[in-house]
C-alpha cells in the first residue's frame, strides 16, 4: 500500500499535477523495458513495444479536485471557485492548504455561530478563506496572489484492517494501479503494445484524456477511477467489500453487451470478485470512446464513500480485486482478442 499512501499525501489539483508527474516520471524511468511518453498538457505513460501494432492504453488521472483563488477583499478575506465537482455545503469549518509560489498557507473556512446568524448560504459567493491578514495589504505582503490554489488537507489513516481512509482517493487508486501494473510488466513480453499511466485535468472535462489518446491512439482503452457508492444505509446497490465496479453506464459510455459479456466471463473464470455499476457522472474513458473512428474503452472502478470531499473511504479488498482483474485483463489480452473487441465479437474469453 505505500504507492497508495504517498500518492494520497500528496497534493495535486487540476493544472497543477507536478508532485504526482514526478513521482509517476521517477517510477517509470526504473524499468529500462518502458519508454517514457509526455504530452504536452502533463499526462505521463510509460510505453512497451509489444509483437503487434495493436495497443492497450491504461490510464488514472492525477488530479483531484480543489479550488482556485479568484478574489481577496479589502479586509484579508479569499474568495475560491472550485476546480471539479465539490458541494460547498461541505466547506464550512474546514482548513485547506493555500499553495503559492513560496510556500503553503494554512487557511479556515468560518462558520458563523448560530446565534449571530440570521441566515446560513452555502454558495461559493458566500465563502470566505480566513489566513490570518487584517487587510488586502497583508495579503500582498504574504505572497498570496489570485490564481493561487487551494487543497484539502493531507491525510491518510488505517480505519480498521480493511478500510483506509484518505484524501484524493480520486484518483490517486489509479494512479497507483497504473505505477504497480509498470513493476508487474517489466519483466514480461505481451502480443501488442502497451501504454500504462495517468493523465491530468480529469475532474474539468477529462482534458488530458484527449491528449494523450491523440498521442498514443489505442485501440482499447481502460480508465481507472475511484467512483462514488452511497451504501450507508445498507440499502445500496453497490458497497464497500463487494468487490471492484465494473461500469454498465454513465452518462457519456454505455457498455456494449459485447464487452459487458466478455468483461463478465473474465472476472467470473477467475473468481474476480465485482460490481455492476451505474454511474451518474463519467471517467476518462468516456473521452477516449468517440476519438478518431471510436476506441472500445471502460472503467475499471474501485468503490469509495464520500469522494469530492477532504476525505474518503475504501476498502483494500476491492483494490485487491482491481488489482487482480487488471492483471488477469492484459495477461489474457493478444491481437486477435482485441480485434475481436473492435469488432463486436461475444466470444472473447
Known sequence: MNN???????????????????KL???????????????NLGSVFAFKKGSSEKTLMIAGHMDEVGFIIT?????????????GGVDPSILIGLSLNIHTEKRIFTGYIGAIPPHLRKKQ?????????????????????MGIQLGDFATFIPYYNELSKDRIIAKSVDNRFGVGLAMNMISK??????????????????????????????????????????????????????????????????????MPEYLKNALVNLANKNEIKFQYYISKGGTDAAKALDMFDGVVSTTIGLPARY?????????????????????????????NKILLLKNGDFNVF
Do not use: C
Open 4 to 22: 497508495y499512501r504517498d500518492l494520497m499525501l500528496l497534493e495535486g489539483i487540476p493544472g497543477h499535477e507536478n508532485n504526482i508527474s514526478n
Open 25 to 39: 516520471i521517477n517510477h517509470i524511468k526504473k524499468y529500462k523495458s518502458f519508454k517514457l511518453i509526455r504530452d
Open 71 to 83: 478574489n481577496i477583499t479589502e479586509n484579508g478575506f479569499l474568495k475560491i471557485q472550485p476546480l
Open 121 to 141: 448560504n452555502f454558495g461559493y459567493e458566500n465563502i470566505m478563506v480566513d489566513v490570518g491578514a487584517k487587510n488586502k495589504l497583508e495579503i500582498n505582503e
Open 185 to 254: 510488466l517489466d519483466k514480461i513480453d505481451l502480443p501488442y503494445n502497451i501504454a500504462i499511466g495517468a493523465t491530468v485535468q480529469e475532474e474539468v472535462g477529462l482534458r488530458g484524456a484527449e491528449t494523450s489518446v491523440n498521442t498514443i491512439k489505442p485501440d482499447v482503452f481502460i480508465a481507472l477511477d475511484a467512483s462514488p457508492v452511497d451504501d450507508l444505509d445498507g440499502k445500496s446497490d453497490y458497497s464497500l467489500g463487494k468487490g471492484f465496479l465494473l461500469r454498465m453506464y454513465d452518462p457519456r459510455n454505455t
Open 307 to 335: 469522494i469530492h470531499s477532504p476525505l474518503a473511504v475504501f476498502d483494500t479488498n476491492d483494490l485487491r480485486h482491481a488489482e487482480k482483474f487488471l492483471l488477469t485483463l492484459i495477461m489474457n489480452l493478444d491481437e
